[in-house]
Structures are given as C-alpha cells and as structure tokens.
C-alpha cells in the first residue's frame, strides 16, 4: 500500500510545480512528472506477485502472469506524452519570440 | 550558453561524423528488427518506430541541416508518413472481408515464425515504418529549423504586416 | 517489494531536484534521471515492451526540451500575496493526499491484482490470433480502435507543431531563408 502512496507523492510534486512556479519551462517539467506518475500508477496497479512478464515461451506455462492490459493502455499514453511535450515546447519558443520572456506574470497584456 | 543550436551548417568536428557513419547502419538494422519480430518479442511498432526516428535525429544532427534535407527532401517526408498511415487504413478496411473492422484476415500459421499472426506484422511495418519515425523527424525537424535571435529587446511586440 | 521502494524514492528525489535548481539544463538533466529510473522500475515490474518504449521516448523529450533552454530560471515569484498562494497550494495538496489514502484502503493489495478481462485474453490468444507477444496483440488485434486514434494523434502533432512554428505575416529582412514553407 505503501508503494501506491509513493505514487501519489510523485503525483503531486509534478502538480505544485505546475501551480506555483514562475517560469514556463519549469511548468511543463511538472506536467511531464505527473504522466510519469500516471503512467506508474497504471502498471503498479496489474502487477501480481512473482508474475512472469507477458509473453509466451516454448514451454507452456500461461499461470501467474502479470495484467498485460494495463500495459497495452500505458503504452499509448506514453506516446501521448511525447506529443503533448511536443507541442508544449512549440508554443513557449512562440512566446519567447514575441514577448521576450519566459515569465507567466509579464506575459498578461494581450498584445498584436 | 549557446543560443541557437540550430546554426549547424557544417554539423560536428570530424570525429562525432566518422562515428555516426559507422553507427547509423547498426541503429537502423537494429530499429527493423524490432519491429519485424514485434509479434514474437517484446517491442513493437512503436518501440522499433520510435528507434529509427532516432537514426534519422542522429543524422540530422551530425550532418547539419543542409546535408540532411538533400537526403531526405520534405515532400518525400510527407509522402511516406501518409503512405503509412493510409495502409494501415486499408488493411483495417479490408477487414470486412471476414465480418467486421480490423479483423485479422490473413491466415496465421504457427507459432514463432515470422509470417504468423495474421496481419500483425503488416500493420506494426506500416505503423513504425512509415508513420511513427517519419512523424516523429518531422517534429524534430521543424523544430530545430527555426531560427530566432532572443537578445532582441525591441523585437517583442512589433509586428510587420 | 522493497525494490519497487527504493526506486521509486530515487524518482521522488530526482523530480524534487527537478523543480529545484535554478539552471534550466540541471533541471533537464533531472528529469532524464527521473525517466531513467522509471525505465528501470518498469523492467522490476515485468513489462520489458514499456521499458524500451519509455527509454526512447524519454530521449526524444529531452531533446526537445533542451531547445527550449535559453534563459535561466526566475526564483518563486515573491511579489504579492505569495505566502498565501504557497499555502493555499500545499493545503490542496494535503487534502488530495488525504483523499488518495481513504481511496487506497478500499482497492485490492499490491500485488493481487482482479484480473477480469485479461483471464479472457490470456486464454483465447494461442487459438484466435497465434501470437506469442500478448501485449501486441492485444494493441492491434483486440483493441485496434485505440491504436487508430494513437495514430491520428502523432499526425495531429506532427500538423500542429508545424502550424505554430511557420513564420507567415512575420517578415524580419536579415534572415529570409527560414521561412518554412509548407
């Protein structure tokens, strides 16, 4: 249970980042930790307890394997993720051209 | 710090381009068997699609950006990327051949061989091959081709139109 | 497992020194640590196919962050009502943290998973698909639907990243052989 709780913590170190910090590069680093967290979160949960991975051998022994859903759904979401930055990224190199700072609180006035 | 990174004309210094000749075979060779054994070991479509992107990157950023775009031009670029995904559409239409969307209608022979499961590994070479590691350079390319001057104070704000 | 602990508490220690430091390449660096050891947490849970996805695509994210690190960091922002904002921020974080361990006492142990739909899975792939990597098969053989809209989505990337980045309307005279014409 304990495990589990970590995540959570992981979680919400990713989210303070992204509520009280001041520069937009530091914003998106907290979004990439809280997928992260996410992503764990996933496989932590269909995890069994000295499970095999999910693949099948010559030899046919198909008992105590692990979940193999949950890993087929973080796999997309970690491709997501890698979009997400992607575009992110994009728009703060954007914001810098045009306003010529990274910080949140001068880039208020709307302008052109 | 280094402002743009993004001004390599010429690429490296010669040994990071004597290195990259010599590795860019091996990364690619090993990008494909990745994604053709993707039905037999762990790995994939993405996985093996996201490691070729990876070789065309270490190419790019070898080389620079003029060696780069002769080998690979941008509309060839494109062209593939929706070739991929315009076959993986048609091999989930054909489906309907056995009943309904993305049915596997090839015949699956037996197991570990690569010809088994059907239209697995048509659809993982259309998926990596084609569209995740073009996709994916296209991102990267459109990103580093950008050139800005950030030291430009009185740049914010005007607009020329 | 103690293992999956320690792991986890080198990632909580990564991302805090993440979102720390005051350069922005240290804090990048930080977080391709945290991204390794969640590589390496994925290989202690069984699910080598997400460890190498993870791997690559934590190489990719770096790159494309370390494009964006010009400026260094400003500090937290000390201008304003900031003590009350700090508070207010890790009083939501306190209570979600509460509500997270109420949640955590009523779902199955660690370890002892339910296991439903994939008892289903694990049973029929050897006679309906003849595949011998389940997670493959159940990404493009029993739900290919999601691997459809994945797809669409590294397009829609791909079309967006280049929307934002074309320089249309905006004519600077010293530089003209950037403009990216599509």
Redesign the interface.
Known sequence: MYTYFLCFILFSVGLFSILRMRNIIKIIIGIIICEYAINLFFILVGYKMNGRSPIFSSTDEITRMVDPLPQALAMTSIVISLATTAILVALALRIYEKYGTFDVTKIRDLRG | MKTSNSDSGQGMSLVVKTTTRAMIGVILLYGIYIVLHGHISPGGGFAGGFIIALAYVLFLLAFGKEESLKKFPKPLITLLESLGAIIFLVIALLGFIGGYFFFNWLPKGTKFQLLSAGTIPITNIALALLEVSLGIFGIFLVLVLLKYDPEKPGHAGKKED | ?ID??FI??F??AA??V??NTKD??S??VA?GA??LG?CV??LA??????A???L??E???L?????????N?????I?GRWVL??IV??A??AV??WA??QV??R?P?????L?E??SF???H??E??????????????F??????G??T??????I???V??R?K???KIE?KD?D?KL
């Open positions: 497992m999956i602990n986890l508490i990632i909580i991302a805090l993440a979102i922005l390449l804090s990048v977080v945290a991204g969640l947490a994925f849970l069984k699910a080598p196919d997400l190498i996805t993870q690559v695509v190489i990719l994210c790159m494309i962050l370390i494009r964006a690190t010009i400026r960091d400003l500090p937290l922002s201008s904002n700090t921020a890790l939501f974080l979600f943290l997270g361990y955590l006492q779902i142990a660690f370890g002892d998973p296991m739909t994939s899975y694990i049973t792939t050897m309906k698909v003849h595949a011998t990597n389940l997670v493959s098969a159940i990404n493009l053989n739900r290919a639907y999601d691997t459809l994945e797809a989505i590294l397009f829609a990337a791909a967006g990243v280049m934002i980045m320089k309307g905006h004519k530089d950037e990216i």
